[in-house]
């Protein structure tokens, strides 16, 4: 089995967080309307939620008073309301990393004519996407600005894996639950993270989409710990070996610049 030493110092353990059953309905709630690309009755989302219709219609209530979600008197229909796009301007107003990866994303995806992601990692269980950038070929990946995604997946998984300073036995865990295109072993991936933690860099080549090649590089703080990824996609074979080795080491060198740039490193 192949170990992948922890940076140091070790992280704190995650506070417990005692459970509040009205929030977490909530958020259920805006994260399936995120989903759907068509409004939705209370009945459909308490189906879909497992919710008591009545306290669905309660939370409904609450959330379009705060303008969070709107409804239509006519069809009764719920779907996101503009209170969402006034938090989720907050969010990138105040997002240092999205603010400064963005038109280094752009230039990515304009040179190398591939999309181009900024990625945060939250922790063990998520990843979420904060900058975009689309190239012009055609095909486009289902990934938006605010997308989810768990945590060890992909080639920005293998990154947390490496740097994130968890145990073996929590990264078998969360592992266990990955669904894959084309699956590995848990041993495999354990090496390739191990390898990305050496070589400063991961790839993932139809493993987690087919056909398509995700290459990402860490944004680690002053303690080395992984705080956020530059990834980028691309059609299986669409770059050489040499330019995909020289876009390796300029996407190396942006991450190194922003490392120093959020967070003050020497």
Request: hydrophobic share 45%; with cysteine.
């Amino acid at each position: 089995m192949t170990a992948i030493p922890k940076p140091s110092p070790k992280p704190k353990a995650e506070p417990r967080i005692r459970p509040v059953p009205a929030v977490s309905r909530a958020v259920a709630i805006l994260r399936l309307l995120g989903r759907m690309r068509e409004p939705m009755n209370v009945k459909s989302i308490a189906d879909e939620l497992g919710l008591v219709p009545s306290t669905c219609l309660h939370i409904m209530r609450a959330l379009v008073a705060e303008r969070l979600v709107s409804f239509d008197p006519a069809s009764k229909r719920y779907k996101l309301g503009a209170g969402m796009l006034a938090l989720a301007r907050g969010v990138l107003a105040t997002d240092s990393f999205a603010q400064s990866a963005q038109p280094i994303l752009d230039a990515i995806a304009a040179k190398w004519r591939v999309t181009a992601i900024g990625v945060e990692v939250v922790d063990l269980h998520h990843i979420v996407v904060t900058a975009l950038a689309n190239s012009q070929l055609p095909f486009r990946l289902h990934v938006d600005v605010g997308s989810r995604f768990p945590a060890l997946i992909s080639a920005t998984g293998r990154l947390v894996a490496a740097f994130g300073g968890h145990s073996e036995e929590a990264l078998r865990a969360r592992f266990d639950s990955l669904r894959w295109q084309t699956p590995l072993r848990f041993d495999d991936w354990l090496k390739e993270a191990e390898r990305a933690r050496q070589d400063g860099h991961s790839m993932d080549k139809s493993n987690y989409i087919g056909g398509i090649t995700l290459i990402a590089v860490p944004v680690l703080n002053a303690h080395q710990h992984i705080t956020h990824t530059i990834v980028v996609a691309t059609i299986n074979d669409q770059l050489s070996p040499q330019d995909t080795e020289a876009l390796i080491q300029e996407l190396k060198a942006h991450a190194r610049r922003l490392s120093h740039q959020l967070f003050s490193l020497e």
